[in-house]
């Protein structure tokens, strides 16, 4: 008789702690996705005068900070390569959220299609996902650019 009832507390909590590993999963993969890079924007206090800093101004948006050079490695078939990504400001809006700013430059112009915004900005806004966009300026028409993250739920083929 004990046999059985051993059995029986054995298959309880094997059939308790798989449920709690089940849900702590479940926890884990609903949980936000974070950036493996840092935690929050980094802020460089040294801000370079620019001509595009009237224009973020005249827009309602405070440069915070400056130019951030961000490094990069990867690894590929065992060997180390490097690389960086430059962005040029960090600006914050009237209710404080902050935004990664970058100037469109001649030799490296923003195509605007949904594909070349991808290209171009998606490794910005995948490494810092909390903030609020892109600000995008094109000094040549004098235009700020809100460019912001989104999914697409439509069902397109």
């Known amino acids: 008789m004990s046999g059985n009832s051993d059995r029986a507390v ?3 909590i094997s059939v308790a702690l798989s449920i709690w590993v089940l849900y702590r999963v479940y926890i884990w993969l609903q949980s936000s996705p974070r950036s493996f890079m840092k935690d929050t924007i980094p802020i ?17 948006y405070e440069v915070v900070g400056g130019k951030l050079r ?9 060997s180390i390569l490097y690389s960086r990504l430059y ?11 902050l ?25 910005y ?4 996902p909390e903030c ?9 028409s004098t235009k700020v650019s809100v460019i912001k993250l989104g999914k697409d739920d439509g069902e397109s083929d």
């Open 10 to 12: 054995m298959v309880l």
């Open 44 to 60: 460089n206090k040294e801000i370079i005068p620019h001509p595009a800093l009237d224009m973020l101004e005249a827009a309602g």
């Open 70 to 78: 961000i490094p990069l490695s990867f690894t590929a078939d065992g």
């Open 87 to 97: 962005i040029d400001y960090v600006a914050a809006a009237n209710d404080g959220t």
């Open 99 to 123: 935004y990664l700013v970058m100037l469109e430059r001649p030799r490296k112009q923003l195509e605007r299609t949904g594909s070349g915004i991808r290209d171009f900005l998606l490794p």
């Open 125 to 128: 806004l995948l490494l810092y």
């Open 132 to 140: 609020g966009g892109v600000l995008f300026v094109n000094l040549s």
